[in-house]
């Protein structure tokens, strides 16, 4: 299981170092703050691949920027993909932290409060870009008090359980 883990994340890796990506892929990384009690999280797009996104659900030729009315879309984008759930079916509200570019990439930061001292398992859904791309992979690793658990996002998973 490790090996398939290693190889996914290998080859999004990979992905992202091309110039002109064939493959569609995200990396989320979180990371349990114990003195805040949230997940801190970065998730890693292509630049046009989240304009294109975003240009299409808002209707609009979107560019990249840090303009607030930019920022507003891709905090919005996500809260309609992204979630994360202690109890399934009851998503964690979230703090839309912000997004830099990067090269040919973009990075945007969440926050989820926790509120809780133990975590045994967590529900995530990752349907970032997946509307766009039939073969879009989302890999999520997250660390919870050294501890961390992977997974990989396809179109068809929906939400998943993520184990401490």
């Excluded at 993909?81 to 509200?93: C, H």
């Excluded at 839309?96 to 045994?120: C, H, I, M, N, R």
């Amino acid at each position: 299981m490790y090996k398939r883990i290693f190889l996914a994340m290998a080859l999004t890796l990979v992905s992202f170092l091309a110039h002109a990506h064939d493959y569609h892929a995200s990396i989320t990384d979180a990371r349990y703050n114990p003195r805040s009690k949230n997940l801190e999280v970065a998730i890693k797009v292509f630049t046009d691949d989240l304009e294109n996104a975003l240009s299409k659900q808002f209707k609009t030729k979107v560019t990249y920027s840090n303009a607030a009315r930019v920022q507003a879309y891709v905090q919005e984008y996500l809260s309609g993909i992204l979630s994360f759930e202690l109890v399934k079916g009851k998503p964690l509200a979230y703090t839309f932290v912000g997004a830099e570019q990067e090269a040919d990439v973009v990075w945007v930061y969440l926050e989820v409060p926790l509120k809780t001292e133990t975590l045994s398992h967590i529900y995530v859904r990752n349907a970032v870009l997946q509307e766009l791309f039939d073969d879009q992979m989302n890999m999520v690793n997250l660390d919870y008090k050294g501890k961390v658990s992977s997974k990989l996002f396809q179109k068809q998973d929906g939400i998943q359980k993520m184990s401490f």
